[in-house]
Structures are given as C-alpha cells and as structure tokens.
C-alpha cells in the first residue's frame, strides 16, 4: 500500500470463479459522493468479465457479441444509484447538440411509454422503499421488452455512450449464437456466467449507506431519479470508506459463490 496526498493506493487480489482478480486501484482519502467511485467498480467488473472471457475462450465457447449488434439495447436496463448521478453528470457535460439528441430521444421513449401505461410503473419502482425481487420485476421487463423500444442511447444501433454505458449493458454477453439475441423472449441465450455483478454491488452500497433498499432504476427514467435525489449524493464518506463498503459487497458475492 503506498499513500500520496491525496490518494491511497491498494493492490487487490481477489479468488473469483473465473480466476484470480489481480489490481492495483487508488481512491481518494477526502469525502467523495458514492458517484465518483462508479468508474472504478466498473473496471473491476470489467477485469473480472475478462477472466471469465478468458475461461470460456479457452473452453472453446468464444464471446459472440459484436460492434453494430443493439439486440441487447432493447431490454429494460437496470441502473444503480450511484450510476444515475454519474450518468447524469456526464451527460450534463455533453455538448449542447448532443444533450438536445439524447433528450429528444428520451422523450420520444417515455411517449411511447405513457401510450402503454409503463412510464408511470417505472417511476414508482424508482421510487418504492419496498425491496424488489428480479420475481417482482418480471411482468414490467416482459411487458417492456415486448415493446422492442431501441435505448434512447443507440445512434445507428451503437451506444452513443459506450464508454458510459451502465454496468449492466457491460456485463450482458453470451456465448450463444448472436441471431438468437434478436428475440430473447423466444430463444434461449448462454450469458457470460459472471463472478460478479457490479450494478448490484452499487446497488447495495447505496443501500448500506442511505439506509433504504438495494434499489434499481429502469435506465429511461434514471436521469430524473437523478435529478430529483441530487442532493442526496453528498460527500458523507471518504473514498476509502466507499471503496470498503464496494469490496465487502463483492466479497459477499464471491462467497455465495464458493
Ligand atoms: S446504454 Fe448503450 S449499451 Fe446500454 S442499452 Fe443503451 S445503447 Fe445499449
């Protein structure tokens, strides 16, 4: 462990499923808002899916997604707390043409929405205190992606914020031929088995530190989630607090596991 002023650095090992996970990772020792640790649990979620794309490359199951393939942009995205703030911001630091896409996009979507009656289903999961099952949530995917609606995100079906884009649309990769991507609702894909999940690790975090549920925000109504809980994304805890809390939640994870 080294300590410069304002960051302290660890090298993490962690045994996982898919190998042993090998970093080196520095956070800041003042108060930070949980957002600010989003990229780095990402990366950790990113290193482990590449163990295990590894593994299942080595077994002869190589990853079959690929650049221009949006089938998995039609499916009800879950989002972390912590990740609706950063998502926020980062788009709040767009250019003013790009913002005017994206909400123009957006709009359209939480249109269609309303027609169908989902978008006021959406904001009450955002909002409920209740804490939800993936049994819970079920109907409302289903009935979402029966409506095929592209993510407000995808610009000639690539992420037009790839390097942004939530940890769930990172950790959603199969092994299965990519055609059967085209209708997940008839077909049975291979997902990449994954050690762990870095949106529900955010999402417990949030939850060990406002007290409240494990909460997942359905990604069209994410920004004003955002918006309307700003202030609750204050600095309450150093970074090595949070980073403590982050890895005892992927401890838990592993250990289930094991
Ligand atoms: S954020 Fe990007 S990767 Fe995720 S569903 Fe939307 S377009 Fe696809």
């Keep these: 462990m080294s300590t410069s002023k304002q ?3 660890y090298r993490l090992s962690l045994q996982t499923s898919s190998g042993e996970l090998q970093a080196e990772i520095s956070v800041p020792t003042s108060f930070i808002p949980v957002s600010d640790i989003v990229p780095l649990m990402r990366s950790l979620g990113e290193q ?29 995205v ?7 703030f950063a998502l926020k911001y980062m788009i709040d630091q767009l250019p003013a043409h790009q913002q005017d896409q994206i909400f ?23 909002e409920t205190r209740t804490q939800l099952s993936d049994e819970d949530m079920e ?12 993510c407000f995100f995808l610009e000639n079906e690539v992420c037009s914020i790839y390097e942004f884009r939530p940890a769930a649309c990172r950790e959603l990769l199969v092994t ?32 060990e530190l406002t007290k409240g549920p494990a909460r997942l925000i359905p990604l069209p109504v994410a ?8 202030k609750e994304n204050k600095a309450h805890q150093t970074g090595e607090n949070i980073l403590q809390i982050g890895l005892d939640k992927i401890l838990g994870f592993l250990r289930q596991k094991s």
Excluded at 56 to 75: D, H, M, N
Excluded at 104 to 126: C, I
Excluded at 223 to 230: I, K
């Design 223 to 230: 920004l004003d989630w955002a918006d309307r809980h700003a």
């Design 78 to 84: 879950p989002v972390s707390p912590p990740e609706a």
């Design 104 to 126: 123009s996009r957006l709009a359209a979507t939480k249109n269609k929405l309303e027609e169908t009656g989902l978008f006021g289903k959406l904001v009450q999961l955002s």
């Design 139 to 150: 109907p409302i995917n289903q009935a979402y992606y029966a409506q095929r609606l592209p």
């Design 7 to 9: 960051q302290e650095t």
């Design 176 to 207: 299965s031929p990519s055609e059967l991507c085209q209708d997940l609702a008839k077909n049975p894909v291979t997902p990449l088995p994954v050690p762990f999940r870095i949106v529900t690790v955010l999402s417990l975090m949030w939850a």
């Design 48 to 76: 482990a899916l590449s163990l295990e794309e590894e593994k299942q490359r080595l077994a002869g199951k190589p990853i079959s997604c690929q650049k221009g393939c949006a089938a998995c942009c039609r499916p009800l």
